[in-house]
């Protein structure tokens, strides 16, 4: 399996996210489509699509239990395949994960460098054409560029734009670092939240927040506060919601179950759903292989080849009273070694999974 190639890979991750989230700024109608090739011009080297008939890959037995996916959630974070974006367009790169079996779409920029100009009503047609809903999209917290595109900068247009788009959700992958990493920097950061949540609900939508590890890591003024309590704490339920990135929770749990004076802090990241479903209307599902001599503890794989067991977790949060339905799933891998294979194996993998009898 290959390793992380940088020194820290999470912050390369969000530094990347955030170049690519710049491009946003400007007109809506700035938002870019590439070249009108055809749909077929998309599949490259990728295997025969899935058809409408549900995947079976070896994790998974046709017929046996209840599909663990709910029908209609899967999505996939379109960061995933910017480098098809780039040099395809989203069209062919839509019609691609319509025969892969996707059904959302989530969008970390509007351009993602695409060529060729396109309104964002356009790209909502474009998207809906194949069958997408677009379900959120990642949007950077603040700068000190008084004219970025950032919640803090710029709310208004962030959420013009947005609903533009037609999303239910309107989220940041940016950690609550603003202030720094004290228990009234988060509070703070905390407060920001709340008045952006406040912003998107008044419009019918959901204001969210992705993690990575750090998010789990303590506060450098008591280090017996682990700072994702904060963010729970502090924010209000009903105005700021979570998307968690299962890959990077357990990242935070091989990371930071113990504090900075070594004492035990084990945490178990499905528990913090479990205990508030609602707050998790969004989820990140990539997938890692264990490595305990990798300093995050996991090598990011494509969803399926790795041992976060999601037959278990989506199971488990599937099968809480009212909530089958209430979740969307989107996968990602920040750095896929061919991004169409990525999405379509890891389409399958989800597919075949079989709740247990």
């Known amino acids: 399996m290959s390793r992380f190639s940088q020194p820290d890979p999470e912050l390369g991750h969000r530094l990347s996210r955030r170049g690519m989230l710049g491009v946003t700024a400007g007109a809506t ?25 549900t995947p079976v890959t070896a994790s998974g037995t046709k017929g046996r239990g209840r599909p663990v996916l709910p029908p209609g959630r899967l999505g996939i974070q379109l960061y995933s395949l910017r480098d098809k974006v780039s040099t395809l367009g989203f069209g062919p790169v839509f019609a691609e994960l319509e025969r892969y079996g996707y059904d959302e779409v989530e969008f970390a920029g509007y351009t993602q460098g695409s060529a060729g100009p396109i309104t964002l009503a356009q790209l909502k047609r474009l998207a809906r054409n194949h069958g997408l809903n677009p379900i959120g999209s990642h949007v950077g917290y603040y700068s000190d560029d008084p004219n970025a595109y950032t919640f ?32 009234d920097a988060w509070k703070r950061a905390a407060e920001d939240f709340n008045t952006y949540g406040a912003a998107a609900r008044a419009r019918g939508m959901k204001f969210y927040q992705h993690n990575h590890s750090e998010e789990f890591s303590f506060a450098s003024d008591n280090p017996k506060v682990r700072l994702y309590d904060i963010l729970l704490k502090e924010t209000d339920p009903d105005l700021v919601h979570l998307e968690m990135d299962i890959y990077w929770a357990y990242v935070g ?36 292989e264990s490595d305990p001599s990798n300093p995050y503890g996991y090598n990011m794989t494509d969803v399926g080849d790795g041992d976060i067991d999601y037959q278990r977790f989506i199971s488990a949060v599937t099968r809480l009273r009212g909530h089958r339905m209430a979740h969307h799933w989107q996968a990602e891998h920040d750095n896929p070694a061919e991004s169409f294979t990525f999405a379509r194996r890891s389409s399958a993998h989800l597919h075949s999974l079989r709740e247990k009898c």
């Open 253 to 288: 749990q091989f990371r930071f179950s113990k504090r900075p004076d070594g004492t035990p802090a084990p945490f178990e990241p499905l528990n913090y759903v479990l205990r508030q479903p609602d707050r998790y209307p969004l989820f990140h599902v990539k997938d890692g």
């Open 152 to 183: 803090a900068q710029n709310l208004t247009k962030v959420l013009d734009d947005a609903q533009a788009l037609g999303l239910k959700h309107i989220g940041t992958a940016s950690g609550p670092f603003r202030y720094g990493s004290t228990v």
């Open 29 to 53: 109608a700035a938002a870019l489509l590439g070249a009108a090739a055809p749909a077929n011009a998309a599949t490259g080297n990728a295997t025969a699509a899935t058809g409408g008939a």
